[in-house]
């Protein structure tokens, strides 16, 4: 149990809060394994670099990796006060979201399973 009053544990928890501009996905329907090719390619790059990349990529994950990447823009910007110029892409990942179980059904009676895989993908970026 933790020492101290409410108001006082919780003021301590927030105090520790990571501050870099950062942007969430939920539940993107795309698989964590194909997701991953595409934030490889941008990890540890400058925005405007990484936005050309997405831009020209062909993967379907690129496209919503890029609107990703625009809204951690926008809130660097605005949340932050951040000179876009000076923003690196810092972190980025894509965790394992739930599974849709589908039936696709085959010969003679039999059923096969199809598993659509969602994914959720994060952005961290940070300033130079």
């Known amino acids: 149990m ?8 919780k003021r301590e928890r927030n105090a520790n809060k990571d ?7 939920s539940y993107a ?5 194909k997701a991953c090719f595409v934030l490889d390619a941008i990890r540890g790059k400058d925005v405007q ?7 020209y990529n062909p993967r379907y994950a ?5 609107k990703l990447l625009e809204s951690a823009i926008a809130n ?4 932050n006060g951040m000179n876009v110029e000076n923003l690196y892409i810092e972190e980025c ?5 739930p599974t849709m179980k589908r039936i696709q059904p085959r010969a003679q009676g039999r059923a096969y399973r199809i598993e659509k ?4 993908i994060t952005l961290v970026l940070n300033e130079r």
């Open 29 to 33: 329907r795309v698989s964590v394994q």
């Open 93 to 97: 990942y894509a965790n394992k979201g």
């Open 76 to 79: 660097a910007e605005n949340n």
């Open 117 to 120: 895989r969602m994914s959720h």
């Open 62 to 66: 690129s496209s919503i990796i890029k």
């Open 2 to 9: 933790a020492k101290g009053h409410r108001s006082q544990i």
């Open 19 to 25: 501050t870099r501009p950062s942007a969430k996905l």
């Open 49 to 55: 670099t990484a936005l050309g990349i997405l831009t």
